[in-house]
């Protein structure tokens, strides 16, 4: 599990320069430490076997309820015992302090009936069984439990009897205090023993403790056992309850930062025709508010963890692209996210001076991991300038500007007098998502300059104008079809011809002011090529854009990155493909992820199997998806602003509507948004008009 970490050292620098050699290895790919941007995990002392359904892998999530309000996190199969299996358990700050928790009602366990999530911080689950020998078929105890990320959990019987019964509850208590990476690598360690402790039990390591209070406390507590045990009475229709509180000794209470009255998110409400829209908007919100994080240093600045439970701590490209898809719901988290990784940005001499670092991240088969730290670095002056137009105060701007000269500063730097900025690595090809990335940057880059009256824009807009030039005419590859834009450019300049779900960034131009969007990369027809291939059957599998075509070689469903629906790109394509003009395609994704959205009970994943939808089908999960993952969550947000086409620029006093006029979910209306510092709420008709509904005092609607 991520957690904050100190500027980068030497070594990290180094780290970020060196890279896999290319062309890269025909087997491609890396071990799920490079695969998902964490460090290599240190070997085991002695070999320990893998635990049930954890075989040369990491142990699948997509059938676990996780319950996210960090630091806290809570995972469960749906049976709702913990078993001390796999990733079950409750945890703090990456440890796991509670494995096992096992209730038996007279001397047996629940049969499961039920399990739901009840939040994203929480979840139910509900058991019956016979008590009395003569009940016949029918439970006549119903057990109940709400078990919450904060380390709570608190069991109610129910005696649906007509008579009294005398029910006594065991719940059996273990840990192994193991953190999250041995527990993936299959190396948790044994359980611990425990003592009596304060109406309950603690365990005890050299490097931490934990324990669980009970209230009411219990009537025996059995260290030896792990056991604690009560005695109800209850009467026809009587209830008894027992609340669990799970501790880190010497830990305060948790307090999630989405929880607090000072959440950096406003609380937007989706109604309209399709009443999806409603749960999907308000899933999306549960979620972005359990991954914030507090900046440990500075308090006051919140930032989004990338996913639960593999990335819980900083992922600097993740956060800025969340935060970015979230400015309608206010820029706090985006003020926040900036401040927090400006204070990560690399200083002093060097080539790497003014980058934001952040670890590698696989691409496929076809090409070498990639650096995310090029990607944040490119991020954070779009973000700024964007949220800026959204209504970012000028005051913070500018003291954000600085870090952001010095992320532009790094790009000329780093490209010096040649076109397109490739990898950091020696002989790194030139990816045309990073030329994206950059092109938006220099363009919305050098309006920030301008608009604070500081110098630079005019190069940047020069370097800009020759990259278009090129890009158009070296990265395109005509073909029978129509042609595609290369993936990359090798460093001999040979185009990698796969069509993959990167090729979104080439849409993604960039707010400028007045409502207008940066030129792109593309030209018109080319533009126009690249929609109807996204919009066709080897990219779109009918629940959302798949990451490598289906007929490109190498393709795999459940390819993380070569195959898998990768939803905060299908959530670009069709926000980009929407602000283009073509809608028909732009409607044929939306309406697909909204599909898959539902499967998913309106909690996106970061990625789900790329099959073909067909009638009667649904999307298959991927198992080592995270869920919830802010982008995923993020992109609900962007879906449905989308559709209203908000187009702000607060600094000119205005806002532009383009919504989709298509219209393709019909009615939708949005409230609770943020538009300069002040609610905004925007409906769109079932003709695809849009018509504001509130608006701050002054903000007038542009043609």
Same mark, same amino acid.
């Given at each position: ?11 990290? *620098? ?102 739901? &999530? ?40 129910? *005696? ?48 931490? *403790? ?114 970015? &898809? ?212 080897? &990219? ?66 970061? &990625? ?96």
């Amino acid at each position: 599990m991520h957690q904050p970490s100190p500027p980068p050292t030497a070594t990290d *620098n180094r780290r970020l320069r060196d890279g896999p050699p290319w062309p890269p290895p025909a087997q491609g790919g890396q071990g799920p430490e490079r695969q998902r941007g964490r460090a290599p995990r240190p070997t085991p002392a002695r070999p320990v076997p893998p635990g049930p359904g954890h075989v040369g892998g990491l142990p699948p999530t997509h059938t676990a309820l996780i319950c996210v309000a960090l630091p806290g996190l809570a995972i469960s199969t749906e049976h709702g015992q913990l078993t001390g299996q796999g990733l079950e358990g409750f945890y703090r700050a990456g440890r796991r302090l509670l494995a096992r928790c096992q209730v038996r009602v007279a001397g047996r366990e629940p049969l499961a009936v039920q399990a739901r &999530m009840t939040g994203a911080d929480s979840a139910r689950f509900v058991g019956t069984l016979r008590a009395s020998p003569a009940a016949g078929p029918d439970p006549d105890v119903v057990v109940e439990r709400i078990r919450h990320a904060d380390g709570t959990e608190r069991i109610t019987l129910r *005696n649906c009897a007509p008579h009294p019964l005398r029910l006594p509850l065991e719940v059996s208590l273990g840990t192994d205090l193991a953190d999250l990476g041995a527990i993936a690598s299959g190396t948790p360690g044994p359980e611990l023993p425990a003592s009596v402790h304060d109406a309950g039990l603690r365990w005890t390591t050299p490097t931490g *403790n934990a324990s669980v209070t009970a209230d009411p406390p219990p009537c025996d507590a059995l260290a030896s056992a792990g056991l604690l045990r009560w005695e109800f009475e209850l009467p026809p229709g009587g209830t008894a309850s027992v609340e669990l509180r799970v501790r880190q000794d010497g830990a305060s209470p948790l307090r999630a930062v989405g929880r607090a009255a000072t959440s950096p998110l406003a609380p937007v409400r989706a109604t309209g025709d399709d009443p999806r829209v409603t749960a999907l908007l308000r899933a999306s919100i549960d979620d972005l508010q359990a991954l914030l994080l507090r900046d440990p240093a500075h308090p006051s600045d919140c930032y989004l963890a990338a996913g639960a439970p593999w990335r819980c701590g900083p992922a600097p490209a993740e956060a800025l692209a969340a935060a970015r &898809m979230t400015l309608p719901l206010g820029t706090r988290l985006a003020a926040g996210t900036l401040r927090t990784l400006a204070r990560t940005q690399l200083r002093g001499p060097g080539p790497l001076t003014g980058m934001i670092p952040g670890p590698r991240r696989d691409a496929g088969a076809h090409l070498p991991p990639g650096c995310t730290g090029t990607e944040a670095t490119l991020l954070f002056p779009v973000l700024l300038a964007e949220a800026r137009r959204w209504g970012l105060p000028e005051q913070e701007t500018r003291e954000l500007l600085p870090a952001a000269e010095r992320c532009l500063t790094w790009l000329r730097t780093t490209v010096g007098d040649r076109t397109y900025l490739r990898d950091p690595q020696p002989g790194g090809p030139a990816r045309a998502e990073t030329q994206a990335h950059a092109h938006r940057a220099a363009l919305l880059g050098a309006d920030l300059l301008d608009a604070c009256g500081r110098p630079g824009s005019a190069g940047l807009r020069e370097w800009a104008a020759g990259l278009r030039t090129a890009f158009r005419r070296e990265f395109w590859v005509d073909d029978r079809g129509g042609g595609r834009p290369a993936a990359a450019l090798t460093p001999d300049g040979q185009p990698l011809t796969h069509l993959g779900s990167t090729a979104v960034h080439l849409l993604d131009t960039g707010l400028l002011g007045a409502g207008e969007l940066a030129e792109g990369l593309l030209d018109r027809v080319q533009t126009e090529q690249l929609a109807r291939l996204l919009g066709g059957p080897a &990219m779109d599998s009918g629940w959302g854009l798949r990451g490598l075509g289906a007929k490109e070689p190498g393709h795999s469903p459940f390819g993380h990155r070569s195959g898998a629906v990768r939803v905060q790109e299908t959530a670009l394509a069709v926000a980009w493909l929407a602000a283009a003009g073509y809608e028909k395609e732009a409607g044929g994704l939306l309406r697909g992820l909204l599909a898959a959205a539902e499967h998913f009970g309106h909690r996106l994943p970061e &990625m789900f199997a790329g099959e073909q939808r067909f009638e009667g089908s649904a999307p298959l999960p991927h198992p080592a998806a995270c869920r919830p993952a802010a982008t995923a969550a993020a992109a609900g947000v962007l879906l449905l602003t989308t559709l209203a086409g908000i187009h702000p620029d607060a600094p000119a006093g205005t806002v532009t509507l383009r919504p989709v006029h298509s219209a393709p979910l019909g009615e939708l209306g949005l409230t609770g948004l943020r538009v300069a510092g002040a609610p905004f709420a925007v409906r769109v008709s079932r003709l695809g008009l849009a018509m504001v509904e509130e608006a701050a005092d002054g903000l007038q609607l542009r043609a």
